[in-house]
């Protein structure tokens, strides 16, 4: 087997090792651990947004701008994966969440808010297929921030994990506003019919 690129992130050469038969898995330092493990919960939380946002990006009427942003966002999110995945200790030199991410996400949550109407009510997930997706990734996204913060509760896990997660539930929320156009469906309290 030809050595890995420097730029290549991991070679797989076989999927299926076995090693997880018995419960366990592996952390990124190597470490064995049980699959309950609230790191493994958390990446495996994380992971399943990213499915989401895969989904939602399969639709052809996502814009190019749209695209490119939910396509690196995807990539920060394996990157949240690896920063989960092997245990904290400040100031070491892993791939970790980074606060440019975060002011990234905050920026693209002001541009895109700008244009919106003001909200006079609770918005109710569902309108075009491509916000429904986006709400779908939004709920994944609060229930992988709750993983995470429960990890927290356990074991050192980086403080910026968690904002990141929340910063992205925001935008995902402001992106399925705009997919739906100023069309979206609001709550009525009571069930009121529309």
């Not at 995807?74 to 791939?95: H, K, M």
Request: glycine share 8%; proline share 6%.
């Amino acid at each position: 087997m030809s050595p890995r690129e420097r730029d290549e992130p991991v070679r797989l050469t076989k999927i299926y090792t076995r090693g997880g038969d018995r419960g366990e898995t592996s952390l990124g330092d190597g470490s064995r651990v049980s699959k309950l493990d609230p790191r493994v919960r958390a990446y495996g939380a994380v992971d399943e947004l990213n499915s989401q946002l895969g989904l939602a990006l399969a639709l052809t009427e996502v814009d190019v701008e749209l695209r490119k942003a939910l396509v690196r966002i995807q990539n920060e999110l394996f990157d949240l994966g690896a920063d989960l995945s092997v245990p904290f200790v400040e100031g070491d030199e892993r791939l970790r969440v980074t606060q440019a991410q975060v002011y990234e996400l905050q920026r693209l949550c002001d541009q895109h808010n700008e244009e919106l109407p003001e909200l006079k009510s609770f918005v109710l997930p569902g309108g075009d297929e491509l916000a429904a997706r986006l709400h779908v990734a939004r709920a994944v996204c609060r229930r992988a921030e709750l993983a995470i913060l429960a990890a927290a509760e356990q074991l050192p896990i980086d403080p910026l994990a968690p904002v990141y997660l929340n910063r992205l539930s925001d935008l995902l929320f402001i992106l399925a506003r705009e997919a739906n156009a100023g069309e979206e469906p609001v709550w009525r309290p009571g069930g009121a019919d529309g």
